[in-house]
Each structure stands twice: as C-alpha cells, then as structure tokens.
C-alpha cells in the first residue's frame, strides 16, 4: 500500500486547509485510516482516525474543530482542518490499517503545515 499526502501550507491563525490522502490498492475500504502529526522535537502523535465502517476518534485538542471523512470509491481520505492554531504546526502524516487508537504498518510521506499567529 502506498500514500501519498498533500494539501498541507502555510495559513494564518484561524483558518482552514483540507489535507488529502490518496492510497494505492484495491483494499482501502477495508483499513482503518489515520492522520497523525509530528511536530519539531515532539513524538507523532494520533490526530484523527476513521475505521473501515466510518466511526471515528479524534485527539482531544482537534475535536469540534478538525473532521476525518474518507471516499472509498476514490481510495481517499480526508482532513478538514479548521480554526487553526499556531500549536497544529507539524508534518501530517497519513496512515493506513491501523485501530482506533494505533496506527498501522503503512505511513505516507507527510505534508508540512505552519499556523502563523
């Protein structure tokens, strides 16, 4: 399975960007799939995730203002990021078959987003 990510960029505090993530394969609709970040000096951590059935789970600090939603018609998924803060800056990661709260053994290559205050 191979991801690759885009849609990260540099946005001011408040506002918006959608990260995508497109996936080889024809098994997508089967995975779990994640977002996860990493930013400078700090360990990745889980953003969101969306299981093969569509539940998802967030990190407490994206709740109410970030929303994972996937297509699997088109081997996509989706970050809809909004109310950014400077404190989401980080490479977002996209992740393939992992859980609800684990990522799985497939990583995409990261898109850099910058919030500036």
């Known amino acids: 399975v191979q991801l690759q990510a885009s849609g990260g960029g540099l946005v001011q505090a408040g506002g918006s960007l959608r990260l995508s993530c497109v996936a080889s394969?024809?098994?997508?609709?089967?995975?779990?799939m994640g977002w996860y970040r990493q930013a400078p000096g700090k360990q990745r951590e889980l953003v969101a995730t969306?299981?093969?059935?569509?539940?998802?789970d967030y990190a407490d600090s994206v709740k109410s203002r970030f929303t994972i939603s996937r297509d699997n018609a088109k081997n996509l998924v989706y970050l809809q990021m909004n109310s950014l803060k400077p404190e989401d800056t980080a490479v977002y990661y996209c992740?393939?078959?992992?859980?609800?709260?684990?990522?799985?053994?497939?990583w995409g290559q990261g898109t850099q987003v910058t919030v500036s205050s």
């Open positions: 969306i299981l093969s059935g569509g539940s998802t």
């Open positions: 992740n393939a078959a992992g859980t609800r709260q684990r990522p799985g053994k497939y």
């Open positions: 394969g024809s098994i997508f609709s089967m995975f779990g």
